[in-house]
């Protein structure tokens, strides 16, 4: 994503079976579309069906089932674009998270290089741009976090399960066996073989 300066950074939440649609206007042709996407249900990666269409309503770009991913696409024609991101689930909503922006950064001539202006303006967007990565992959890695987290804990109370059956299953078997010994015992008792 380097040169990439987001114009936009948005979280929000998208229902189960929901759609929802963003749209830019280009008004130059061979424009830049860039960006990335991030979707997560209760801190867990969950996927979701994303795509870009063309004024003309021609897909330019998709990916289907897919919890993340960055874009980037050439507008070849002038008008408005239509990001779609689809939740392909019919019971859980999703919290995605979108970044986009168009073209990378203008490039610099002598005259801007000695301008206190340009200097600004370019801490600015570099400063926007590790901010709003920063903040993309903080959600993401937050997820991840949080879905090892429940790995682990589902790992440990398994194993607790497999340890209590296990025990179980030894002291029946000690019964068992404990029983089988006393009856032997009875037995050769009742038939005379030991003095009494």
């Not at 770009?61 to 991913?69: N, P, R, T, V, Y």
């Not at 909503?93 to 990378?104: E, I, Q, R």
């Not at 570099?126 to 804990?153: G, P």
């Not at 589902?154 to 009856?183: D, P």
Request: aromatic letters at 12%; proline letters at 3%.
């Amino acid at each position: 994503m380097e040169g990439f300066v987001p114009e936009t950074l948005v979280s929000f939440y998208l229902g189960a079976g929901k759609s929802e649609y963003f749209f830019h206007d280009v008004t130059e042709s061979y424009t830049m579309l860039r960006g990335g996407f991030f979707s997560a249900h209760m801190n867990t990666e969950a996927h979701c069906d994303f795509q870009i269409l063309d004024p003309e309503g021609k897909i330019v770009f998709h990916k289907q089932d897919k919890a993340e991913g960055l874009f980037h696409v050439y507008a070849e024609n002038s008008g408005t674009y239509t990001i779609v991101m689809h939740n392909p689930s019919i019971t859980t909503s999703s919290l995605v998270t979108f970044t986009f922006g168009t073209g990378a950064e203008v490039p610099a001539t002598n005259d801007d290089l000695h301008s206190p202006e340009y200097s600004i303006k370019h801490i600015e967007r570099q400063l926007k741009d590790i901010q709003n990565e920063s903040t993309y992959l903080w959600i993401r890695q937050k997820a991840h976090l949080t879905q090892v987290q429940q790995i682990h804990s589902r790992a440990f109370w398994l194993s607790m399960a497999q340890f209590v059956v296990l025990m179980m299953m030894t002291a029946a078997q000690i019964y068992y066996i404990k029983g089988l010994v006393g009856h032997g015992i009875r037995h050769r008792a009742a038939g005379g073989l030991f003095p009494m």
